[in-house]
């Protein structure tokens, strides 16, 4: 597989073309962001361990029965895709209280949701990714209602296999994002799944183990990230 031109640069990951049209990689960065790029920094070897976890979990999913981007694992911190239109809008679910959501609803965190929380947020940067809901979505014409469904009912799924995994290597998955994409006339899902784009907390200690530790300053961020790693993937 040859690597040509960047097709595109986002804050966490770079993508390239390759020399088949329907295949792209990916290159995931150590580049940290939080609160919409207002703080920027580093977590060293972060695209390594994403790179890692995402493989995992994506094959992971895909034995569950959920059709992912992910091709293969070309290096430390490539990864061979389909080449996907992507839905701008972004799918938040959430199992437990925490974030913007705690916050905005004046709570503490550590809840457990009675159910799953869906969330949609549009996706774009300079507004901040506003929050939407599904009414917005079919009426600026991001997505049909046949592929809002799938959308839906995918998150769904995706929420009860990584409840699985996770809670099997003793780690609580209280919310995480997700974003999707067209791929030869089926909607699949794309990205990564991370510390990055999840909430994970020890299930013993309620010990943070993802970005909130940058976002809030709080300190042993790789060595997080490396222990989420170290128990999904082995």
């Not at 209602?145 to 929420?159: G, N, Q």
């Not at 909130?212 to 790789?222: A, S």
Request: some cysteine.
């Amino acid at each position: 597989m040859k690597k040509l031109e960047k097709l595109y640069e986002g804050k966490a990951k770079i993508l390239y073309a390759t020399d088949n049209p329907d295949l792209v990689i990916q290159y995931f960065k150590d580049d940290a962001t939080a609160f919409n790029a207002q703080k920027k920094g580093t977590i060293v070897d972060k695209g390594i361990m994403n790179n890692t976890l995402s493989t995992k979990l994506f094959q992971y999913l895909e034995v569950g029965g959920i059709k992912t981007h992910f091709v293969e694992r070309l290096s430390d911190r490539e990864m061979l895709s389909k080449k996907v239109s992507i839905i701008p809008v972004e799918v938040v679910v959430r199992n437990v209280l925490a974030g913007s959501l705690a916050k905005k609803l004046g709570m503490e965190e550590g809840v457990a949701l009675k159910q799953p929380v869906i969330e949609f947020y549009y996706k774009d940067d300079a507004l901040g990714d506003p929050m939407i809901n599904s009414d917005h979505v079919l009426a600026f014409g991001w997505a049909t209602k046949k592929e809002l469904d799938e959308i839906t009912e995918y998150a769904l799924r995706v929420d009860v296999l990584l409840i699985d995994i996770f809670a099997r290597h003793g780690i609580r998955l209280v919310d995480f994002k997700l974003e999707f994409g067209r791929y030869k006339g089926e909607v699949i899902l794309a990205d990564e799944i991370s510390p990055d784009t999840s909430r994970l907390w020890d299930m013993e200690t309620g010990e943070k183990m993802d970005k909130d530790r940058f976002r809030r300053d709080l300190g042993k961020i790789e060595e997080s990230y490396r222990e989420v790693v170290r128990r999904i993937c082995g």
